[in-house]
């Protein structure tokens, strides 16, 4: 006699169904000439199938719409969103209902459920329905653990689960290059250069909504993503800004010190946060999805303990000419004083006009002067302005700054023709 109890099924059926925007539905179409045996007849089916567009049976696309047929792909900074229901497949009442549902992930799980209660009953043909949310932050492999549990009129307590695996894929490749910009003779702030390279790496076209750097506390940005026309700001990348599979696009931003960290000199050094990227995109039917960078940081440039930067110079001078420039000398130290003494070095082209060795008198901490300084240059072209030599007294170091500038040298007759 078998003694063995058949395993008990349960009363209650799960179901679990992602909830994504439909596609439009494709078909193959096929023809042939009048003259060929059919005849007639693939067109006029054509023309018959309720899919197809009327006037334009040959596409590929039709007038309908079809439901997802399985979870699909999903993609980082998009919505995932599935719909839960528990059915009643049994003629008993069911007592203490409780479906619960949470996201595994490779470093949390998370509780998407709307709500931590009990149904009370749940009829013969009756069922719980449930729509769950969550943003996906992270790619790899996501388990959607569903569990039910419930108790039958008998008073047995009754528990199942189930688990439904889906891999989240990175939809955006973004690469980004900083540029320092060389010294702004109008400006005493330092501008950074932002580029943003965004790369679709899915399989269907993007709909690029908004693509935005949020600077920090320190910076003020400027997108140079666009141009006016006509008194309109259009984008650069055209009125339609779609973004094929595999295509890459360019984002430039120019960020500048705001004025309170502008002035202090030293404050801007080493490693500093720039600010993180915002992304924006739609996908097919609209679909839409939004990703932002971790804060994007950059090495600024090292100017030591003292910084000379030129105010002002001109573009082109005559040979053998004195002329002018104006240059800024910043300690960058902010801690310490310094008295410096300005020594000029002639070198096979630029003489300087003037007594070398002269003091410059103390320079206090992340505190600046301005000097004014002569040359003139013995030898026609593009020539680079060099033989500056600062000294600080007090510590016996010597600070050297050569190729601080570049000038056009002419002949007198040419500059006055």
Known sequence: MDVNQPKQEHLLALKVMRLTKPTLFTNIPVTCEERDLPGNLFNQLMKDDPSTVKGAETLMLGEMLTLPQNFGNIFLG????SYISVHNDSNQVVKDILVKADLQTSSQRLNLSASSAAVAELKPDCCIDDVIHHEVKEIGTHILVCAVSYTTQTGEKMYFRKFFKFQVLKPLDVKTKFYNAESDLSSVTDE???EAQIQNITTSPMFMEKVSLEPSMMYNVAE????DTAGESESTFGARTYL???DTRQYLYCLKPKQEFAEKAGVIKGVTVIGKLDIVWKTNLGERGRLQTSQLQRMAPGYGDVRLSLETIPDTVNLEEPFDITCKITNCSSERTMDLVLEMCNTNSIHWCGVSGRQLGKLHPSSSLHLALTLLSSVQG????SGLRLTD?????????DDI????VVSSEIKQS
């Open 192 to 194: 950074v250069f932002l």
């Open 224 to 227: 140079l993503n666009t141009v």
């Open 78 to 81: 998009e919505t995932f969103s």
């Open 382 to 385: 593009l020539q680079s302005v």
């Open 405 to 408: 500038a570049q000038v056009c």
């Open 244 to 246: 094929q599979p595999m």
């Open 393 to 401: 007294t007090f510590l016996k170091r010597t600070y050297e700054y």
